[in-house]
T-cell receptor
Framework: GAVVSQHPSRVICKSGTSVKIECRSL??????MFWYRQFPKQSLMLMATSNEGSKATYEQGVEKDKFLINHASLTLSTLTVTSAHPEDSSFYIC???????????FGEGSWLTVV | GNSVTQMEGPVTLSEEAFLTINCTYT??????LFWYVQYPGEGLQLLLK?????DKGSNKGFEATYRKETTSFHLEKGSVQVSDSAVYFC????????????FGAGTTVTVRA
C-alpha cells in the first residue's frame, strides 16, 4: 500500500486564489520531503527540499514567496501555491525520506489547474 | 548542472515484445542513476538503480547498465507484459542515494495483449 499520500489528487482553482497540497507519510517519520513540479512533456523539476522544523530550501528560480512549504511535523508537509496564475497549472509531486536513510517514497501527485 | 534526457513516448508494443527506453545524462562527478515507474493512479516507485560505472541494476525483468563512456542508462526488458504499462522515469542524483533527483520527462509505455 501507499506509504506517502498526496491530497488532493486534482484541484481546480481560480486565478488569484491560493491552493494547498498536502503530502503525508503514512507509516514512517519523514525527516526530509521534496517537492517536484512537472509541466507537460517536460521533466520533473525539483522545487524545494524541506526538513521537519526548519525552513525549506528552494531551488534556483523557484519563488519561495509564491510556493510556501511548511513541514511542521514528521508526517506532513504542505505546499501552498499563493495567488495562483494559469502558468502555475502543473503536476506537483512530493517525496519523503525517513530517519533510516536511503529509501525515498513518492506520493501519487497532484494535478493543479488554474483557470 | 545535472540533466537527464529520456526517449520520448508514447511507446506502444505487444505483449512479449522487447522494450528499450533510452536515457542519457549530463552530470558533474559520479552520479547515481535510477529508473522509476509510475503505474496509473499510484506514486513513483523505484524500479532499479546503479551507483557506479558498469553497475547493472535489475528488477522485475528490467535491466539497465550504468555506462559512463556513453553517459547512458538505457532501460530494457526482454518480454513485456500488459502489467508493465506505466510511465517510466530516468533520474540521477549527485548523492549516493536518491535525494534531490533530476528527472527525465518520462516515457509512457502501453503494452497490448
Amino acid at each position: 500500500g501507499a506509504v506517502v499520500s498526496q491530497h488532493p489528487s486534482r484541484v481546480i482553482c481560480k486565478s488569484g486564489t491560493s491552493v494547498k497540497i498536502e503530502c503525508r507519510s503514512l507509516d514512517f517519520q519523514a525527516t526530509t520531503m521534496f517537492w517536484y513540479r512537472q509541466f507537460p512533456k517536460q521533466s520533473l523539476m525539483l522545487m524545494a527540499t524541506s526538513n521537519e522544523g526548519s525552513k525549506a530550501t528552494y531551488e534556483q528560480g523557484v519563488e519561495k514567496d509564491k510556493f510556501l512549504i511548511n513541514h511542521a511535523s514528521l508526517t506532513l508537509s504542505t505546499l501552498t501555491v499563493t495567488s495562483a496564475h494559469p502558468e502555475d497549472s502543473s503536476f506537483y509531486i512530493c517525496s519523503a525520506g525517513g530517519l533510516s536513510g536511503n529509501t525515498i517514497y513518492f506520493g501519487e501527485g497532484s494535478w493543479l489547474t488554474v483557470v | 548542472g545535472n540533466s537527464v534526457t529520456q526517449m520520448e513516448g508514447p511507446v506502444t508494443l505487444s505483449e512479449e515484445a522487447f522494450l528499450t527506453i533510452n536515457c542519457t545524462y549530463t552530470a558533474t562527478g559520479y552520479p547515481s542513476l535510477f529508473w522509476y515507474v509510475q503505474y496509473p493512479g499510484e506514486g513513483l516507485q523505484l524500479l532499479l538503480k546503479a551507483t557506479k560505472a558498469d553497475d547493472k541494476g535489475s528488477n522485475k525483468g528490467f535491466e539497465a547498465t550504468y555506462r559512463k563512456e556513453t553517459t547512458s542508462f538505457h532501460l530494457e526488458k526482454g518480454s513485456v507484459q500488459v502489467s508493465d504499462s506505466a510511465v517510466y522515469f530516468c533520474a540521477l542524483s549527485a548523492f549516493s542515494n536518491d535525494y534531490k533527483l533530476s528527472f527525465g520527462a518520462g516515457t509512457t509505455v502501453t503494452v497490448r495483449a
